[in-house]
């Protein structure tokens, strides 16, 4: 049970996280951590810092969806994904968290807090295509 609140978790982590990121991988209309810089008005040189750090995420996230096809059957896989997934979270929380100020953490903090299923800021959050 502790497990699927964890998958849980990370699972809504990593949508609001693309949902603030952009519309979705693979649109390619925006560039990933495009709605943070809006969002928080960040000068020129912060806004190419979250960039290089939401892209870094968003380069791990299809790498391990891509390393996961034909594994989702595989529950050890699936556990080792979920513990990637979170560390992919924390690593790109800490690399922000370098380049934003308390309050500008606390306002995403309290923007995806307020993300749930099928809601958020855009693009990119509702349920999505059933994968398996």
């Known amino acids: 049970m502790k497990l699927i609140k964890t998958a849980l978790a990370v699972a809504m982590f990593a949508a609001a996280g693309a949902a603030l990121a952009g519309p979705g991988m693979g649109h390619g209309h925006h560039q990933p951590g495009e709605r943070i810089i809006k969002v928080l008005n960040l000068d020129a040189t912060r806004a190419a810092q979250v960039t290089a ?8 996230r299809q790498a391990l969806h891509e390393s996961m096809k034909g ?16 560390a ?5 929380k800490a690399k922000l968290a370098t380049v934003l100020t308390a309050d500008e953490l606390a306002k995403l903090k309290e923007l995806r807090k307020g993300m749930g299923p099928g809601h958020g800021m855009g693009h990119g959050m509702g349920p999505g295509p059933a994968r398996g």
Do not use: L
């Open 88 to 92: 992919i979270g924390d690593s790109t």
């Open 53 to 60: 750090i939401m892209t870094d995420a968003q380069t791990q």
């Open 71 to 86: 594994k989702r059957g595989d529950p050890a896989a699936r556990e080792a994904a979920h513990t990637q997934m979170k």
